[in-house]
């Protein structure tokens, strides 16, 4: 069974950091293409950032160069490092794990809210 658990979410004032965690188990992780989504209230979600098997990393604009992904094949863990924050980037966050051709698993989801 599949299971991916998002920690490190919380409440941070507007160019603080905030580093997210997602926990796998249920899968050959070092073989899958880990991702970061997020939700605001309102919203569709939205692709944040991606990181490779190979380790190669790809991220939304509206990210790029403020978050880093990165990922720990030997604690089966994705992380997000997340540096000045900004309110729009208040959502919830969500680790997604999909090899290609299937549906893919999703956590249940951390809060981040940047507010001063």
């Known amino acids: 069974q599949v299971q991916l658990v998002e920690s490190g979410g919380g409440l941070v004032q507007p160019g603080g950091s905030l580093r997210l965690s997602c926990a796998t188990s249920?899968?050959?992780?070092?073989?899958?293409?880990m991702s970061w989504y997020r939700q605001a209230p309102g919203k569709q979600r939205e692709f944040v950032a991606q990181?490779?098997?190979?380790?190669?990393?790809n991220y939304s604009h509206s990210v790029k160069g403020r978050f880093t992904i990165s990922r720990d094949n030997a604690d089966n863990t994705v992380s997000l490092q997340m540096n000045n924050l900004k309110p729009e980037d208040t959502a919830e966050y969500y680790c997604?794990?999909?090899?290609?051709?299937?549906?893919?698993?999703w956590g249940p989801g951390t809060q981040v809210t940047v507010s001063s």
């Open positions: 997604f794990a999909r090899l290609a051709g299937q549906l893919g698993d």
């Open positions: 249920g899968i050959y992780f070092s073989i899958y293409p």
């Open positions: 990181i490779a098997p190979s380790g190669t990393t």
